[in-house]
């Protein structure tokens, strides 16, 4: 479930490739006038050049494993999920109570990002890192133990929410550092990492729980999260300083923004159908006639077409446009689920939606930071990533409820027709949630390129005559061809403007 940007480190100018050359007269003007030595330093570290490659790789290959052994292992909690449901493991215990652990987990990994980010730049990456391996140990160890269901509520569900959200946002930033003409594969193959823990662990946990018991399995999953974790860990370097990362907890004037607000209800609906689909899919086939063992393959085909496809989301999106495909794939992941889950009822049917749907389901997760950045300024990513988790934490807290809710124990075959209906409805208002936000983006970028020709066509009058026509303050030039006025930022939100930018054949 990473992400291909990351959510705390920011360069300390604007990116190369969005800013135009820069006449050398103007830029020896500015130099001579503006050399701080606050501007020296703040050139230096924006200069910085990555390496692209080298150590690198192995930073890429920590990733990897701690995102395996993080929401990889979290992702496994579909099988845990259907054992529960089956063998009423806690009793008095009902579904509802079992679907908010699962929840807890990201709602709290979500919830502990900013403060994460900010011990960051207290103490550093690798003490924030280390602290998530405890925090995930301390939780799987505990797990075992527990007797009671508000002991595993705390362990499995707060505790280890908890040290998800350190791994996830100390070492989501550093892949990032290290590369640049490459960056796409590298996040690619970070974000590949979850998806195929969790087809690891749903199938370990769902073949070591009948042969050696729920607490084995946590005591198994504790170790083996402890030792790839920590040195995992302490083999990534972060490049903060030679990047010039700075920390900001929050950007709040982004809520008064109408395409942030859609960007966050993308978020939102998308994560109501994602957790129903990651924890639901697992119990759907019990409740079809599949066995245990079977419905923990489903789980696990389900991680792997997350692990498959999040690579190709990735590398799609910087050929085809990050807002095209990030909307695209989220009504394509609806219409898979109205389409072909609602029909599912055998093996092989069941297996072929959880794969296919599995390379759509968390494209989330896979453009959050790409799409975001494409909406606001990249200095103001790190505080609205974090206004964004904080956002998700109540419909990553409340999703599997809902599925369970939902579900109709009175009809034999179609007990999770209500939840699949639901999961597709809310993929497919995302979807449109995102749409809306591409139209704005064409308009607005239609909008800056009219407005850089009218400053390039002002700056080449000013070089000529030294003088500002005021028939150029009105749109008319000397040769009394008027203009195209530059469209206002509220304009951009006309019904009849964002519609046909909407349709507009763009990349964005």
Sequence with gaps: MTDNTPIDIIHSRDHDGDIAPEDSSKKEHRNSVERTPATIQHDKLGDDVPPDGGYGW????????????????????????????????????SPLMYAFTGGLSISCALLIAPLATYLIHLFGTRAV????????????IGSSFVTQRWQLFLSQGVCFGFGMGFLFVGSVGITPQWFSRRRGLAMGINAAGSGLGGMMYSLAVGAIIPRLGLSWAF??????????????????RDRNKAVGSRYKAF?????????????????????LGYVAILFSLSNFATSVGLSPHQSSIISALLNLGQGLGRPFVGMFSDKLGRINIATFLTFLCGVFCLLIWTFARSMGLVSFFAVLVGTVAGTY????????????????LPGGLSITWIVLVPPTTVAEPIALL??????????????????????????????LVRGWKVGDNIRVKQEMA????????????????????AGISDSGVHCSPVPTKKALWYPHALLRSMVAARKV
């Design 219 to 236: 005591r198994i999953l504790g170790i083996l999260a402890c030792v790839v974790n920590l040195v995992c860990a302490n083999l990534l």
């Design 129 to 140: 890192l280390n602290l998530g391996v405890f925090f995930e140990t301390l939780s799987l």
């Design 365 to 380: 997760w896979a453009t959050v930071a790409p799409v975001l950045a494409e909406i606001i300024d990249l200095r103001d």
């Design 406 to 435: 939902l579900r109709n124990n009175r009809s034999e075959d179609y007990v999770y027709l209500h939840v699949q209906i639901f999961t597709g409805l809310m993929y497919i208002a995302a979807a449109v949630c995102l749409w």
């Design 454 to 473: 009218a400053a390039a066509a002002t700056g080449s009058e000013e070089k000529e005559t030294g003088l500002v026509q005021k028939s150029e303050r």
């Design 58 to 93: 192995v930073c890429v290959a920590s990733v990897f494993w701690i995102n395996a052994h993080t929401w990889g292992i979290n992702s496994s909690y579909g099988v845990f999920l259907a054992h529960y449901l089956t063998n009423d493991v806690f009793p008095n215990t």
């Design 251 to 271: 950007h709040l004037p982004l809520l008064k923004r109408p395409e942030f607000l859609l960007f966050l209800g993308w978020g939102v609906l998308t994560m």
